[in-house]
């Protein structure tokens, strides 16, 4: 039954991530974190981590992870195909379409429509992915005070990098390796 979960959930996904992977980020949180509690935000934060480590298109690669962690190596099959299966559905039927007919315009009108959604898509799950990287908490706290400024320092240093054109690989990279060295002096302070 997991199987099959997997696979219309993330099937689910496919349909509705207009806009690319970075669009289906939110659309899987809300299955796999909130909808079916499979995992907890900082692991789905975990798996977007490693899947834009890892070569090949960002949701496919969450998918993967996510079916993987869930259900195993047959979890993760399942949750891939689901989210393949929409678009190669739709990107034949559209590519018929199109070569059929051209340039559709109620076609652009639609997608036009969807560019904003598909901003505030995005937005909604990086503003998540801030609250847990800032205080290390699923929802914003009621005391702002207890901010990790570890998480501020690397933040800004990532956002002035992100500026800078620095690659996203060696963004990652150094910033799990301060991470680390931070976390261990902070801790040898501490105690």
Known sequence: MIYLTLFWEFAKVGIFCVGGGYASMPLIQAAVVDTYRWMSLGEFVDIFTISQMTPGPIGINA?????????????????????????????????????KYGD?????????????????????????????????????????????????IILLVSLAAVRKKIGVIKLLAATGVAGLVLGIIQQNLLG
Request: aromatic share 6%; net charge negative; charged share 10%.
């Open 63 to 99: 998918a993967t992870f996510a079916g993987m962690k869930i259900a195993g190596i047959p979890g993760a099959i399942c949750a891939t195909v689901g989210f393949c299966t929409p678009s190669l559905i739709l990107g034949i039927v559209l590519a018929n379409l199109f070569f």
């Open 104 to 152: 559709i315009g109620p076609i652009r009108g639609i997608l036009n429509g969807l560019r904003p959604a598909v901003v505030a898509l995005i937005a909604a799950a990086g503003i998540s992915f801030v609250v847990l990287a800032l205080w290390n908490e699923e929802t914003l706290p009621e005391d702002l005070t207890t901010i990790d400024p570890l998480g501020v």
